[in-house]
């Protein structure tokens, strides 16, 4: 479909591009979902999960140029959010035109996270607490050790990598910034809101109902704001 915008979305730590594939039947038909595979997940489980974050940044932005073709947009959440961000950055040094927006979900802004918590060596007994707090992880998965040896040392590696990204000051983004954050989560809404100081462009914040995983629980929610904040930048270039 001429016009379309391509949506390239990053998943959270341990999350593989699985997370999105619903995406696709909630947004407009104008709206190209296109989850982006980490590796060590998903179709890309055979390749060792990166540590790096401005690595795994230049190889995401080798991926991700060549389908730049015309409008798009960027969504992460979590970890995923500072990827997102990263490659923001990444692909404008690259001389490729600002994205539509940048969807920063579930995440404080770069320049006021903290990686503490992630660097801390962690046991697979501690790992599987780290997801039973989350709650997004069935009880019934967390017992399963065949599945669990998969899961671990993909998150082990996502903690690593959140723990080893480290903020740089730069030009702020061209593009508007869509912060979104759950009400019962535990980042505070000055630190999400920390997000605008990112962009030269229009920010706003937007808190759903819900825990970490809000992107989930309210799925039809959070994606009527991102179809609705993509359309209306589309008017607005038109």
């Known amino acids: 479909m001429p016009g379309r915008v391509r949506l390239f979305c990053l998943p959270y730590a341990g999350a593989s ?8 039947r909630g947004l ?15 179709s890309r489980i055979g390749e060792a999960p990166c540590t790096d974050p401005r690595a795994l940044t230049r190889r995401l932005a080798d991926e991700v140029a060549g389908s730049v073709t015309g409008s798009y947009a960027l969504f992460g959440h979590s970890l995923g959010a500072l990827l997102a961000f990263e490659l923001a950055h990444e692909l404008r040094d690259r001389g490729i035109a600002a994205p539509r927006a940048l969807f920063a979900s579930g995440c404080a802004g770069p320049a006021v996270c903290d990686g503490a918590y992630f660097r801390r060596p962690r046991s697979d007994a501690d ?18 050790p065949a599945l669990m040896a998969l899961v671990l040392p993909v998150l082990r590696a996502d ?10 000051a730069r030009p702020a983004l061209d593009c508007p910034i869509q912060a979104l954050g759950g009400t019962r989560d535990d980042i ?3 630190d999400l809101e920390a997000w605008g100081r990112e962009t030269r462009g229009p920010f706003d914040l937007a808190l759903f109902e819900g825990d970490h995983f809000f992107i989930h629980a309210r799925r039809g929610p959070v994606l009527d704001l991102v ?5 209306a930048r589309a008017e607005a270039a038109a």
């Not at 407009?28 to 998903?42: I, K, M, S, T, Y």
């Open 227 to 231: 179809g609705r904040r993509i359309g």
């Open 28 to 42: 407009p038909d104008a709206v190209d979902v296109r989850p982006v595979e980490l590796p060590g997940r998903g």
């Open 188 to 190: 505070a809404r000055a």
């Open 159 to 168: 903690f690593r990598l959140r723990g080893a990204y480290t903020y740089a």
């Open 127 to 144: 790992l599987r607490d780290a997801l039973s707090a989350y709650g997004a992880t069935p009880p019934e998965a967390l017992a399963d």
């Open 17 to 24: 591009a699985a997370v999105f594939a619903q995406w696709r």
